[in-house]
């Protein structure tokens, strides 16, 4: 049976509905040698974001990937008491994140082979994270902003690796093409469809050029970082993938949220609301059709995130 993981366990991709792939409930940025569950209240953190995910719920939403990995503050004990009080469907992750001067890395990370790496991951969506049965649903991985560094290279040979055996879709934190086009040539090389791979964070790179070539290879684009304030620039690309005809590939989310240990009551929280209250109006005021919209923030999801092992 064809299924998707979420923190509940196992759903079938028709049970997805409208999907925010790429959000954010708690992120601590204190680095992988600090970092604790200790730095925060559970109870505290649970009160502060049940609000939000309670208002993408009523707002439409069914599904939201929650993309913080490991040793950035992901706790899964925390996404399921979400899951089970909202009754939202949460999408947990395994993987590490190579931006930001390697600060969100484990020791481990520079001293492990790839193969090592995805023994580690593997051993988590076959056995549950951080000691629950909780199970994650794809891969998520960050590399530096310009080019890919040689740990870079190595935690998407190591996803690709992970890939193979999971079959567990990958997305990287990626801002601009030439390290996306440097990923998509290691895949290849491993034999990996680029079907398996999410270029999260999409929008930083302007040319739709490069994102039209990506999506034509089979990368699903995600123009993730949607805000009101950004309209203008989202309705851009987006005009841009439908001229192309690439909305078989476009995913849309806000990267938003997020509590954050260390800040006075978590910090700052921005809601994930814009598609719903602003987004959506504004792409049918712009001529996009709801097949063109369900397509974007429902099938597509559905597939993305579909465990299959995707060989090319
Ligand atoms: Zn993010």
New binding site residues.
């Given amino acids: 049976m064809r299924e998707v993981m979420t923190v509940a366990g196992p759903i079938r991709p028709d049970q997805m509905g409208l999907t925010l792939t790429?959000?954010?409930v708690l992120?601590d940025f204190i680095g992988a040698d600090k970092i604790s569950p200790d730095r925060y209240d559970a109870d505290d953190a649970f009160n502060r974001i049940l609000p939000h995910l309670q208002r993408v719920k009523d707002l439409g939403c069914d599904t939201f990937v929650e993309?913080?990995p490991s040793f950035l503050g992901k706790d899964v004990r925390l996404l399921q008491r979400l899951s089970d009080t909202t009754g939202l469907h949460i999408i947990t992750n395994v993987g590490y994140y190579g931006a930001a001067q390697d600060k969100f890395l484990p020791q481990h990370a520079c001293e492990d082979s790839p193969e090592q790496l995805a023994d580690r991951w593997t051993r988590e969506w076959e056995s549950g994270i951080d000691g629950t049965r909780v199970r994650p649903g794809f891969i998520k991985i960050g590399v530096d902003l310009t080019a890919l560094s040689a740990v870079d290279k190595k935690l998407v040979l190591a996803a690709a690796i992970t890939h193979k055996r999971t079959g567990l879709t990958i997305m990287s934190?990626t801002a601009a093409a030439i390290p996306a086009m440097a990923q998509i040539e290691i895949l290849l090389d491993q034999g990996v469809h680029p079907e398996a791979w999410i270029w999260?964070?999409a929008h930083r790179e302007k040319d739709n050029d490069l994102h039209e070539r990506a999506a034509r290879q089979g990368a699903w684009i995600a123009f993730?970082g949607l805000d009101r304030s950004e309209l203008e620039r989202d309705l851009a690309h987006l005009r841009q993938m439908k001229e192309r005809g690439c909305l078989q590939r476009v995913h849309l989310s806000h990267?938003a949220?997020w509590y954050e240990p260390g800040e006075a009551e978590g910090g700052i929280y921005r809601p994930h609301d814009d598609l719903f209250t602003d987004v959506i109006p504004e792409l049918k005021q712009a001529g996009f059709s709801d097949e063109e919209i369900h397509r974007m923030t429902v099938e597509n999801p559905a597939d993305a995130f579909t465990i299959a092992v995707r060989l090319c």
Avoid: K, L
Wanted: net charge negative.
């Fill in positions: 790429h959000e954010h992120v993309c913080t934190h999260t964070h993730d990267d949220g």
